[in-house]
């Protein structure tokens, strides 16, 4: 998969970080939508989330999400590497690449949220 990101969407929050990558800069209004017209309106997207345990006795869950169901899912060892303008992602014998241009700031949030996730059992290459 590979796609040209317009919009990246980044929430660390209590219970996990997400990071989306969007091909449409925004999504349509969802009302009065059927399931196929709202993901046509999203466009190709790819998001990686980490859920964060709640308990001693809980892990942390890595998954990965996009318009290819059959290559969603959890993800437990994968490399990705960060470039200013590019992003890949190689997991169970697949990859993703998308590109993108961001404001530095953005790029720093970006690669934060990028280390949080590679913590799950990831490797993350990023260029400073």
């Keep these: 998969m590979n796609f ?7 929430s660390d929050e209590e219970l996990g970080c997400t990071i989306s ?3 449409k800069e925004k999504e ?6 059927s ?3 709202i993901i046509d309106s ?6 990686l989330q980490r859920t ?8 942390d869950f890595c998954y990965i999400e996009m318009n290819d169901i059959e290559k969603s899912g959890e993800l437990k060892e994968f490399e990705m590497i960060l470039k ?6 190689n997991w169970n014998g697949n990859k993703a690449e998308i590109e993108f241009k961001i404001e530095e700031e953005k790029y720093k949030e970006l690669k ?17």
């Design 4 to 10: 040209k990101c317009n919009r990246i969407s980044i």
């Design 21 to 23: 990558f969007y091909e």
């Design 28 to 33: 349509d209004n969802k009302e009065n939508r």
């Design 35 to 37: 399931v196929n017209e």
């Design 42 to 47: 999203i466009g190709t997207y790819l998001m």
């Design 52 to 59: 964060y345990p709640e308990d001693e006795f809980e892990k």
């Design 84 to 89: 200013r303008t590019r992003f890949q992602i």
């Design 112 to 128: 934060d949220a990028l280390r949080l996730i590679s913590k799950a059992g990831g490797i993350l290459i990023a260029e400073e």
